[in-house]
């Protein structure tokens, strides 16, 4: 099986490891991996802001890119890029016959990572060697839009050292919201103390986006608060064999 | 220009207000939970209702025709009103006709959209709210902070201290003695004044009658007791037909408080002998909307105002932070719909798009798909921000060139390191200050995953 990963923007030049660990995962259950050489952004910030023209420039360029039909999957770890391109690419290309048939070709193929584990590899348990107390934060456009409820903490509830304590306000969105958190930033952050005044007793914040853990590890950060994020691939990987 | 950046930054800074409001919406959102819990064709029944209300919006003018018809034929006197100035005047000169000098209603968020009750005042009418929340608000000089609960802002102590204040209650801030002294004040004013007036929640178009829902009683008081009972309604209220209301009736209480029915359901179908009973049809941007492709959707919306209590923003900063009579997710469409772009241009980005509400809405109404639209118009017609602008400009430059982005990159990763403390970032200039005043910023990788892949690959 041939995948092309997706690393996404904020992977690809923030976190890179998250996209070796993704990878990391996908080999372990023997999945093929390539990545395009060009850097892509899906356009997200650009198309939540108003901002249709500069989106479509980033979408069109995105799917010049992962058109590739000799791949039989694209993955990505993120909920929310993932989303909006299955999502929102046919409202940007309504107008646009040629780049709708490439959106409509790729969107059965498009899967996040965990929701390409879960779904298409019927994965239940990895042998994740990791430990330590976690709590799980449900992005979004993850949780609401691509459905994702249970999978996630089911795949952290199955790692044997691993302490899954679900947080009270799992579902509540964080207050990223993309440039929401530089139009408002006062609110932004209320949003996101409120969330990590919910998360007891863990060592560990995880979740299927970096931009959220982006957001809360930068409150956890400024408030000294002793939890790490970490995104759900990194738990996920840890200790399992490398190529 | 409703300023909301700075609405809620205010109300941010007022704890009774932040504790009130999430306290109030968290309560009723449990409460919803529990009642759908044990209602198992719910869902169904969500979908039956937005059929309904797709019925209406697809053959509006004929259903409204309907409903006019038939309301005439059951004796109540059908008017219609463009805008709110032509409501006001309407509605005006029927008071004048029967010699109002006192009114008595019950809540209705059309009558504050018209912004009635200054208008008639400065006629030498008095007007009296008599739902409870309402009442509260009015004499507090404020407007709704909620479509359902308008007075969810406030606390039992502020409004005890201002019951005593205002209206010369002895000071209690026992919630059933409060609700006495309400009761005793209004129920005098039922009986004086001169008359009634209502919104509606649903104008039935095969039957010609109109429906009321309440938990007070306060609503069949304003509507029974004066001698004329004017009914002031936006004309999405439409549905169908008389089979379609069970529907609507099931699923509006528990989306909104959480029950499972309202404790009074009304259904006006006969102006009874002697009293005159007038209903005022608004459009006021309603057609506007139904001509609209994407906001014609938001004409669904039957005011649960659950959309309100389920938004991580409302339930922070309350409805007063929208600056409009329409507050939450849904009101932010309205608002730009019905008071236009110049007023409501910077509502449609308080929201983050998480999508609660769309899963809310008892009628599937895509609230933030509306809201992305109307970003993209009001980006289009004032072109951007001047830093928002630049900044998206750029990113899309160095997502979409690998040239600039290795440069671009490059340059970044370098020039990040004078603002580094530690592993993090702690402070930014300019449009990126704002991440910087409340939360650290992870700074860029030394190289990028891509680099890094390949370097691995080449080894």
Not at chain 1, 174 to 182: D, N, R
Request: glycine content about 8%; overall charge positive; proline content about 5%.
């Amino acid at each position: 099986m041939k995948v092309l990963l997706f690393p996404t923007c904020l992977v690809d030049h923030i976190k890179p490891k998250i996209g070796f660990d993704t990878v990391k995962v996908l080999k372990h259950y023997g999945v093929e991996v390539h990545v395009p050489e060009r850097p892509a952004c899906c356009g997200q910030i650009a198309f939540n802001v108003g901002y249709w023209r500069e989106a479509r420039k980033m979408a069109s360029s995105w799917l010049e890119i992962y058109d590739q039909p000799e791949y039989d999957y694209i993955v990505a770890p993120s909920g929310s890029c993932v989303h909006m391109i299955r999502e929102n690419y046919e409202i940007l290309f309504k107008d646009d016959p040629e780049k709708l048939t490439k959106v409509r070709r790729i969107k059965p193929r498009l899967f996040e990572l965990v929701e390409f584990l879960t779904r298409i590899l019927k994965v239940k348990k990895i042998p994740s060697k990791f430990r330590g107390k976690i709590t799980y934060h449900a992005s979004c456009h993850y949780l609401r839009g691509l459905g994702m409820k249970s999978e996630p903490g089911d795949l952290l509830k199955n790692i044997d050292g691993a302490d899954f304590k679900p947080m009270e306000l799992e579902e509540t969105c964080c207050g990223f919201g993309g440039l929401f958190s530089l139009k408002f930033p006062e609110l932004s952050f209320k949003m996101a103390e409120r969330k990590v005044k919910s998360m007891e007793d863990v060592e560990y914040l995880t979740s299927a986006d970096l931009s959220c853990l982006l957001n809360l590890g930068g409150v956890l950060s400024r408030m000294g608060l002793p939890i790490r994020p970490l995104h759900i691939v990194e738990i996920l990987a840890e200790g399992l064999e490398d190529d | 220009m409703i300023d909301f950046r700075k609405n809620a930054d205010r109300i941010l800074k007022d704890p009774v207000v932040v504790n009130a409001v999430q306290r109030a919406t968290l309560h009723a959102l449990k409460k919803r939970e529990e009642t759908i819990e044990r209602i198992p064709d719910f869902e169904d029944l969500r979908d039956r209702a937005r059929l309904a209300k797709e019925k209406v919006i697809g053959d509006f003018e004929n259903y409204l025709k309907l409903f006019k018809k038939n309301a005439t034929e059951n004796g109540f006197i059908v008017h219609e009103a463009g805008d709110a100035e032509e409501a006001r005047n309407l509605i005006l000169k029927i008071l004048k006709a029967h010699g109002a000098r006192t009114v008595v209603s019950s809540k209705s968020m059309t009558q504050e959209e018209i912004e009635i009750n200054p208008f008639l005042e400065s006629h030498g009418i008095k007007k009296y709210e008599t739902d409870l929340g309402e009442f509260i608000v009015q004499v507090a000089g404020q407007r709704p902070s909620h479509i359902t609960a308008p007075a969810i802002h406030l606390t039992r102590k502020e409004i005890a201290r201002l019951f005593s204040e205002k209206l010369g209650m002895n000071y209690t801030e026992d919630p059933e003695e409060i609700t006495n002294f309400a009761r005793n004040f209004l129920r005098g004013k039922y009986f004086k004044a001169d008359a009634g007036m209502s919104g509606a929640n649903f104008l039935v178009a095969d039957t010609g009658s109109f429906v009321i829902v309440e938990n007070e009683g306060n609503a069949r008081m304003s509507t029974t007791l004066p001698g004329v009972h004017i009914v002031v309604t936006g004309i999405e209220k439409l549905i169908p037909s008389i089979m379609d209301l069970p529907v609507f009736l099931k699923i509006l209480a528990p989306s909104s408080t959480g029950q499972r029915q309202t404790v009074y359901t009304s259904i006006f179908s006969r102006a009874p002998e002697g009293r005159e009973i007038h209903i005022v049809l608004i459009d006021n941007g309603r057609r506007r909307m139904l001509k609209d492709p994407i906001l014609r959707e938001a004409l669904m919306c039957i005011r649960c105002g659950g959309c309100s209590n389920v938004c991580p923003i409302f339930q922070l900063v309350g409805g007063h932070a929208y600056g409009s009579v329409y507050s939450g997710p849904i009101g932010i469409i309205w608002t730009y719909a019905i008071f236009g772009h110049e007023v409501a241009k910077e509502l449609p980005f308080a929201s983050t798009l998480c999508g609660a509400c769309r899963e809310i809405c008892p009628v599937r109404i895509d609230i933030p798909r509306i809201l992305l639209e109307l970003r993209r118009r009001v980006v289009e017609r004032e072109g951007g921000r001047p830093g928002e602008k630049i900044l998206i400009n750029v990113w899309a430059g160095l997502m979409t060139e690998p040239f600039l982005n290795k440069i671009g990159f490059r340059v970044a990763s370098k020039v990040q390191t004078v603002f580094k403390k530690g592993d993090k970032i702690k402070s930014l200039p300019s449009v990126l200050s704002s991440w910087t005043k409340f939360k650290d910023l992870e700074p860029l990788a030394d190289k990028t995953f891509r680099e890094l892949w390949k370097e691995r690959k080449g080894s």
